[in-house]
């Protein structure tokens, strides 16, 4: 975690004026970055996601949903964030509008149609199709009458190639529309873009758009929703220039191989912000059922993985619901359960002066080796007829997985030549971990550090414990 976030959810806040009073608190905690969710004109449906006008604001945030009204107070908030050393992002949606948007009726063509009915996106749920019907999707393509993409047989060629523009052939005005959106949020003042549904709109428009973005200031920076998409889906969208994907490190369990997979696909070509939750998922200490250690846990391990860390408005102070973007307001700004905002403060000192724990660098779970060291085994004993050695070490693999109560691995600096040992406790119990085996030199652990390093240490529920080990383990 080189740098962090804040997302500040307008609907709890209300009124652009109430925001001013958590911008010292949000600086003080150590954030350099706000993230804020849409504050356009909403649709009939009253969600963030769901613009009615590009050009006109939420009448819940600002005195007037008038532009040039809106857009003084917008002005203002931003030069005081300036002053106080605050970047600001904005939420950016144009894979889809609402349906009743003023460009449905100004640029029908724009948008992708069947049966000459406006088309909804969805999503897959447990085997059952969710539409939302409050939307409709834009045709974003550079030929808006091609086909879809997953109805060109070359699609997975053009995948692998790296993303060319030749200007000549943008037939589609939507990408000059989207171009002039941009240029005009950076003149009054943002500089970044989280953009909503990034893997659902062309690689080809994305990068159009970051580079003559970046040609106005190449300080601007481009964040991608990317949960959910596939591994090839972000890779297209880091080619087409984004310079931050969304990480999954919130749903690992520190052991599985797929967040590994992940992670180093994106390290070396593009950065990651990483989460304990987020507009769209519940609060985390909802999800954990009251139990602050295990919300410290996580806030602690989603810093140490990723480049850029964030936060929702109140998941430092305990709040339980989960943000609305439907409909939210400022009665749903909770009372105060518990506040973390030291905790953040100082953690996020404490990884910034750790260079391993900072940068993403290699991480190898431990678990996962041991299980593929035993896959290795068993393939070795079919090969050879000889399964008594292998159903032996199997036994007491599984023997010691089921007591195991910890999750390890190794994260590596950089150029690898240095590595730190990390211990979580998935448990609500203490339990006993064996120094000896895992070379522990030094408990160098945010809390609660052992001076004493003694052939068993204790490690606590739900503790998260980094340690500098002996050279020679692996």
């Known amino acids: 975690m080189r740098v962090s976030g804040y997302n500040l959810f307008p609907p709890i806040l209300g009124h652009i004026k109430n925001w001013y009073s958590h911008i010292d ?19 009939f449906s009253g969600s963030l996601y769901a613009t009615k006008n590009y050009y006109q604001y939420n009448q819940a945030f600002f005195t007037s949903t008038e532009k040039d009204i809106a857009e003084k107070e917008i002005k203002e908030f931003l030069d005081h964030c300036k002053n106080k050393q605050i970047k600001v992002m904005i939420d950016l949606v144009i894979n889809h509008s609402s349906k009743d948007c003023n ?150 369990d520190y052991e599985g191989e797929w967040f590994i997979e992940q992670y180093d696909m994106a390290r070396d070509k593009c950065r990651q912000i990483a989460f304990p939750s987020n507009h769209d998922t519940k609060r985390l200490i909802n999800e954990y059922d009251g139990n602050i250690w295990r919300v410290k846990q996580t806030f602690l391990f989603t810093a140490i993985v990723c480049d850029m860390w964030m936060i929702t408005t109140g998941d430092e102070y305990g709040f339980f619901k989960r943000c609305n973007v439907v409909g939210g307001n400022e009665k749903d700004y909770e009372n105060i359960s518990y506040d973390l905002s030291q905790y953040i403060k100082d953690m996020s000192e ?29 393939k070795e004993a079919d090969t050879h007829n000889n399964n008594n050695e292998y159903y032996e070490k199997e036994k007491i693999y ?48 945010f809390e609660n550090k052992i001076d004493n390093i003694t052939e068993t240490i204790e490690i606590l529920p739900y503790q998260l414990k980094i340690f500098t080990v002996r050279e020679n383990i692996y």
């Open 25 to 43: 608190r949000i600086k003080d905690m150590g954030f350099e970055w706000v993230y804020i969710n849409p504050i356009t004109y909403p649709g």
């Open 103 to 252: 460009l449905v009726e100004e640029h029908f063509e724009w948008y992708k149609t069947k049966d000459g009915a406006l088309q909804s996106p969805g999503a897959w749920d447990n085997g059952k199709w969710i539409e939302w019907g409050d939307l409709a999707i834009f045709n974003n393509k550079m030929n808006p009458n091609e086909k879809d993409d997953d109805e060109n047989n070359d699609n997975e060629k053009k995948e692998d190639k790296e993303i060319q523009i030749n200007y000549d052939e943008i037939l589609n005005p939507i990408w000059f529309y989207w171009n002039d959106l941009i240029k005009h949020n950076l003149y009054l003042g943002f500089m970044g873009f989280r953009c909503d549904a990034a893997y659902k709109v062309p690689k080809e428009l994305w990068k159009y758009l970051i580079d003559n973005a970046k040609k106005i200031n190449n300080e601007i920076i481009f964040f991608a929703e990317s949960l959910g998409c596939s591994m090839k889906d972000t890779q297209n969208l880091i080619k087409a220039g984004f310079d931050y994907v969304a990480s999954s490190a919130k749903w690992w």
């Open 350 to 378: 404490y990884i910034k002066n750790n260079s391993i724990l900072a940068n993403c660098g290699k991480i190898v779970s431990i678990d996962v080796e041991e299980k593929k060291e035993l896959d290795k085994l068993k």
């Open 398 to 445: 599984k023997e010691k997985k089921e007591k195991d109560p910890f999750r390890k691995f190794y994260k590596y600096s950089l150029d690898e030549n240095s590595k730190l040992l990390i211990i979580v406790n998935i448990t609500s119990k203490s339990a006993e971990l064996n120094t000896i085996e895992y070379g522990i030199k030094n408990d160098i652990s």
